[in-house]
């Protein structure tokens, strides 16, 4: 079973950025989608960035054109780059990949003046 763990998260203001980072325990060649979720007070958890075989990728409105989602094979990692960052940002992030994944305990971020 394979672990996730998020860093990257912290208090940012409107406007900033923040590059979020998932650690897989095992080989990124395992899985073929790699995902990053969030979730606000309150609120379901949704689905923000996705990647799947072949490159392709997928980003919920609200932040396209802001928010890149990438890989690194060698590292086992999965990246979240979040530019001009808003506060309807701020919620937990979990990344997770298929198939047969799991969720970590997600990282926080904080989006406030």
């Known amino acids: 079973q394979v672990q996730l763990v998020e860093s990257g998260g912290g208090l940012v203001q409107p406007g900033g950025s923040l590059r979020l980072s998932c650690a897989l325990s095992?080989?990124?060649?395992?899985?073929?989608?790699m995902a990053w979720y969030r979730q606000a007070p309150g609120k379901e958890r949704e689905l923000v960035a996705i990647m799947y075989t072949g490159g392709t990728t997928n980003y919920v409105d609200s932040v396209k054109g802001r928010f890149t989602i990438s890989r690194d094979n060698a590292k086992n990692a999965v990246y979240l780059q979040m530019n001009s960052l808003k506060p309807e940002d701020t919620a937990v992030y979990y990344c997770?990949?298929?198939?047969?994944?799991?969720w970590g305990q997600g990282t926080q971020v904080t989006v406030s003046s």
């Open positions: 997770n990949v298929g198939p047969r994944g799991s």
């Open positions: 095992v080989s990124m060649l395992r899985f073929s989608t």
